[in-house]
């Protein structure tokens, strides 16, 4: 039927049209298409074509030699490697926290406000905090020698060896709360009938929850190592920036991968040696999402509804 | 056995408690100290300000504070107003037709939400020198909004996609463009997602760091992160001063947070739970 005889059976004048076809969805996606091509799209090209160079000339793989056999370079993912360690310990205290306020314990409501709140806060303002917090004559060493712990009151950002455990404990105190809510929000997905069933079978609080809960949450802590994952390996630049000024010490004791490549880009002048680093440190990330979709499909649509 | 079931549950409660302790123990600092003069915040750094003084926060005004204060609300509202014009766009694109390929590059958009921003930083700032727009809000929100386009789009695709089609399909009998049906049927049914997204993405924009630090060198651009970071040093023996700038600074998030906690919780919670 053509638009003239539409007129006629619907008695109403049909407007002309540009008849757009197949190239319709094409026009509503185009103008965040290149957006996120140039972003995304030019910027990984050309990321990788200076990866492959040094002063505009072709030099192979030798970029990728300096960037590897630098020591630097080297403590740097050793400690992005560390810093992983700060995941299973999310996992577990998430998985706690959670599962307390799930009890429904009085305040409940406020203490799930006062946990996420964290990780709503700025992460320079955080650092900033828990810099000033932590100095040598700060708030935490005053409160341990009040107590007369003095042999706790440690230099907690100022010495080498315990530098990256400190950071460690401030991106545990910002991120738990996402996991926290994340779990949270799973278990009171859960139909209610599981537990009372568990219960009524006289299930105890851990042995319920190993059975119960933590299988019913499988995809969404596979969801959440997975974030978290990617958070320690790449994302953890604002925290050493801030609480280090800049410098990733003392002595290169808490140098990350981004504070590397950042370094190197707008600090040293080579950029062929940070377009190295992050090529090696986007390769990294694609390894870990490929593992995630992997475990996810093992664990099945656990996440899903 | 009422008695071990009444201090088990004394125990969780009192986990409870310490949790909570320990969350808000650092922001009762910041928010004390910067009511409190040096000498206070010395003799008793944990205590309540008795005597409440504004001079941190004079002292912070007086800096360069409120510029930093403009730029960020100024980069933060207009890259997030542009990221939801053409996320949406792309959503009603994506979820209303199906074309070849749409899948795959769904999955592409998906996938570059975990792309770390520093990979990024070396090309984009050659290419800002090139063509002169280092220091300028035009390319940092440029970048911004590419880098809220994944998540954005993914989930507003996923919501549009529950829109039952005899809605639409409604419309389009009565004679309504696709451009009238997305501005009058659309759109307004999205109202929640919106909301959400743009409280998300407003609080990325304002936490943001590496990007302001490195675009935005000028000393009139620079953004409050970036500020505030400079501003510990400078006023390195002075407590109150620099708590009194970063209670400034986090004031229109808790003020977000206290009333709108649930969009939080939606927004950060909704890539998750929904699966992939």
């Known amino acids: ?305 | 056995m009422p008695v071990s079931r009444t201090l088990a549950r004394l125990v969780k409660q009192a986990v409870l408690v310490a949790v909570t302790c320990l969350a808000l123990f650092p922001i009762y600092v910041m928010i004390s100290a910067a009511f409190k003069s040096q000498d206070d915040f010395l003799r008793d750094p944990w205590g309540l300000p008795l005597e409440p003084t504004l001079n941190g926060f004079r002292t912070a005004l007086n800096d360069q504070f409120p510029t930093w204060f403009a730029n960020s609300a100024v980069l933060t509202t207009s890259s997030v107003a542009a990221t939801l014009m053409l996320a949406s766009l792309a959503g009603w694109g994506f979820a209303r037709w199906d074309f070849r390929g749409r899948d795959t590059l769904l999955g592409v958009l998906v996938s570059l939400m975990v792309v770390p921003p520093v990979v990024l930083l070396v090309p984009l700032f050659v290419f800002g020198v090139e063509i002169g727009w280092i220091s300028t809000f035009r390319l940092v929100i440029l970048i911004y909004v590419g880098l809220m386009l994944p998540f954005s789009i993914y989930l507003l695709t996923n919501f549009f996609r529950t829109i039952p089609r005899s809605l639409i399909e409604a419309a389009i009998v009565d004679g309504a463009s696709s451009w009238s049906v997305f501005r009058r049927i659309v759109l307004p049914l999205s109202a929640a997602p919106l909301l959400t997204l743009a409280v998300v993405n407003l609080l990325w924009v304002w936490n943001e760091l590496l990007i302001a630090l490195v675009f935005l060198q000028d000393d009139s651009k620079r953004t409050l992160m970036v500020g505030l970071t400079g501003f510990q040093s400078r006023y390195n023996l002075d407590v109150p001063v620099i708590m009194s700038g970063l209670t400034l600074a986090t004031l229109p998030i808790l003020a977000f947070y206290l009333f709108g906690q649930r969009f939080f919780v939606r927004g950060l919670v909704t890539g998750a739970v929904k699966g992939e």
Not at chain 1, 165 to 172: D, G, M, N, S
Request: with cysteine.
């Open chain 1, 1 to 305: 039927m053509n638009a003239a005889d539409e007129a006629v059976v619907t008695g109403r004048p049909t407007r002309r049209r540009l008849r757009l076809g197949r190239a319709e969805p094409l026009i509503w996606i185009a103008p965040a298409l290149a957006v996120v091509l140039f972003v995304f799209g030019y910027s990984m090209v050309e990321l990788v074509r200076r990866s492959l160079e040094y002063q505009g000339e072709w030099t192979g793989l030798d970029n990728f030699r300096i960037t590897v056999e630098d020591p630097v370079f080297q403590i740097a993912l050793g400690h992005n490697a560390r810093l992983l360690l700060a995941v299973p310990v999310l996992v577990l205290l998430s998985l706690l926290i959670s599962v307390l306020l799930f009890e429904g314990l009085r305040g409940w409501r406020f203490h799930r406000w006062a946990v996420f709140l964290p990780y709503v806060l700025p992460i320079p303002v955080v650092g900033v905090i828990f810099g000033q917090l932590l100095q040598l004559n700060g708030v935490l060493n005053r409160a341990l020698r009040a107590v007369g712990l003095d042999a706790l009151a440690l230099d907690w950002l100022g010495q080498p060896r315990w530098a990256l455990w400190t950071l460690t404990a401030v991106i545990v105190w910002k991120e738990l709360g996402f996991g926290v809510i994340l779990f949270l929000a799973r278990l009171l997905a859960v139909p209610a009938e599981i537990f009372e069933a568990a219960r009524t079978d006289g299930a105890r609080f851990f042995q319920l929850h190993r059975r119960i809960t933590v299988p019913q949450l499988a995809g969404v802590i596979a969801f959440y190592v997975v974030v978290e994952s990617i958070t320690m390996v790449s994302w953890v630049f604002n925290y050493v920036y801030v609480m280090t000024n800049g410098q990733g010490g003392p002595a290169d004791s808490t140098q990350v991968t981004e504070l590397y490549i950042y370094q190197n880009a707008f600090q040293f002048g080579s950029p062929e040696i940070a377009a190295a680093a992050a090529t090696i440190l986007f390769c990294t990330t694609l390894v870990l999402i490929a593992l995630f979709f992997r475990v996810q499909r093992r664990v099945g649509l656990g996440a899903g509804e």
